[in-house]
């Protein structure tokens, strides 16, 4: 019996060269090995230095992002 197509994968093929699981994946998203968008599952933190918060907006947490938008305001004012 062959196994499924998808690579680390080595569950019998249930249909469409692909095993129960990743078939269902395919018909549900299109492609086997898609797993869920988890952007918002996994939540980053704030890459201002020693700052552990998680981010709001990018990749800066509420408080440094603020900080962000006042220096690109005052850039911008300085060099339109
Ligand atoms: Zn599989
Ligand atoms: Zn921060």
Not at 26 to 55: I, Y
Request: glycine share 2%.
């Amino acid at each position: 019996m062959a196994n499924c197509t998808v690579d680390e994968c080595d569950k019998p093929v249930k249909a469409k060269q692909m095993c129960s699981m990743h078939h269902q994946r395919w018909r549900r998203h299109g492609d086997p090995v898609v797993t869920k968008v988890r952007q918002s599952a996994e939540p980053t933190t704030c890459k201002w230095v020693n700052c552990d918060r998680f981010t709001v907006s990018k990749g800066l947490c509420s408080k440094h992002y603020y900080i962000y938008r006042l220096q690109n305001v005052q850039k911008m004012h300085i060099n339109p």
